[in-house]
């Protein structure tokens, strides 16, 4: 039996605007360790006011293959085939090579949110130096045959408290923490309460969708007083207790294996499962304004109700619930981020969310994000990754 591994090599126009990092011996990506100056890691839930988050970049827009269980899990959501089959004409290019058009609306999107926050005070982490090393654009090929994707600064991880917690992807997404391990060391370096943990790495394997024990940072809503939410998705009721049926995400196991880790610093962890045709994702479904108040989609009928079971009492007996246009939902505006004080980012394109939030007396921070939204179907919420709110 023969075993071919395909060494990647790469002519300086298959890159796009994207140069190869020099690493040294005191930097992943030279220039990225300053950023983490003065920062720390704290976040008791996703409700504080934002000071300081991990913002994904459009340096590293390498095509996905839509066929890889992961990816197709998120990308057949969108429903244009015609997409799916240039994906899988142009997997392993640069978009900017491949479809330039595009990929100037992706960067111009990706860069208009990290504005936004800066404009609202936040600090930001971001990888704006177009550079990675070799090694981060190619470490996954084994595993999925997927060159480096770095518009995803969500995929980092998830802080509860002083806890950050780094979560795995299974896809083309999950080298994201690698590009600000620098600017995340030094504020290790410098935040003695700061701890650092992880949920178990997935297997290689390009066959099984989700390897366990599997969560995704997608999965959980961090809660006021140390109440996480972790929303599993499923088709239908009947598969909640048939752990042969797929998830749309995390897995029960994964959710257990986290619950083990948190408990012992006070956290409690809730599962709830909801209806996996509206999204894969909590964050795509239980859209966060203020503490209070969450969004959901309107009922749709063709695809039954949002839920399959309760919210925690606490949540579903003293928080406003609101309901917002089942189309915008589709459209990605639950996947929004809280700044503080009644502001929130969210997809500038959802203007009847909008106004029904304002009305209420919210003030959106609104993004344009729909190119990205519908590139990869993964949104504001998923590009940020909050460690610092107070």
Not at 10 to 20: H, I, S, T, V
Not at 45 to 65: E, H, Q
Not at 70 to 77: F, G, I, K, T
Not at 230 to 245: E, N, R
Request: hydrophobic share 35%.
């Amino acid at each position: 039996m023969t075993i071919d591994i395909t060494e990647y090599t790469f002519k300086e126009e298959d890159l796009g605007p994207l140069k190869l990092a020099e690493t040294t011996n005191m930097e992943y990506i030279p220039g990225m360790r300053e950023q983490g100056q003065g920062l720390k890691i704290s976040n008791k839930s996703d409700y504080g006011n934002l000071k300081a988050t991990i913002v994904g970049n459009a340096g590293s827009v390498f095509i996905p293959d839509p066929d890889q269980p992961e990816m197709h899990n998120l990308l057949s959501a969108s429903g244009s085939e015609e997409f799916m089959d240039f994906l899988r004409q142009h997997k392993g290019s640069h978009m900017a090579v491949s479809f330039p058009e595009h990929y100037a609306k992706m960067k111009a999107e990706s860069d208009a949110l990290a504005k936004a926050y800066r404009d609202n005070g936040v600090r930001i982490i971001r990888n704006e130096t177009n550079t990675v090393p070799f090694e981060l654009i190619t470490w996954q090929v084994p595993v999925t045959g997927d060159l480096h994707l770095s518009l995803y600064g969500g995929s980092c991880g998830e802080t509860f408290g002083n806890i950050f917690m780094s979560f795995w992807e299974v896809g083309a997404v999950r080298g994201i923490e690698f590009q600000h391990r620098d600017a995340l060391l030094n504020i290790f370096e410098n935040d003695p309460e700061a701890i650092w943990m992880s949920m178990p790495h997935p297997a290689p394997t390009g066959v099984q969708r989700s390897p366990q024990p599997f969560l995704s940072p997608g999965d959980p809503r961090i809660m006021p007083d140390k109440l996480i939410i972790m929303g599993i998705g499923v088709t239908d009721p009947a598969h909640i207790k048939d752990y042969t049926k797929p998830r749309s995400s995390g897995f029960e196991w994964g959710v257990d294996i986290f619950r083990r880790m948190m408990e012992p610093f006070g956290w409690r962890v809730e599962t709830v499962y909801f209806n996996s045709r509206y999204t894969y994702h909590i964050d795509c479904l239980m859209m966060q304004i203020a503490e209070g108040i969450y969004a959901i989609p309107e009922t749709n009928p063709d695809l039954g109700p949002v839920w399959w079971t309760d919210l925690p009492k606490e949540i579903a007996d003293k928080w406003e619930c609101v309901e917002i246009p089942f189309e915008e939902q589709q459209n990605g505006v639950c996947n929004s981020v809280i700044i503080g004080d009644g502001k929130f980012v969210m997809d500038a394109s959802c203007e009847k969310t909008a106004e029904i939030l304002t009305k209420k007396g919210y003030n959106p921070v609104l993004v344009p994000y729909q190119t990205n939204w519908h590139t990869f179907h993964s949104g504001i919420h998923c590009s940020t990754c909050r460690f610092w709110s107070e």
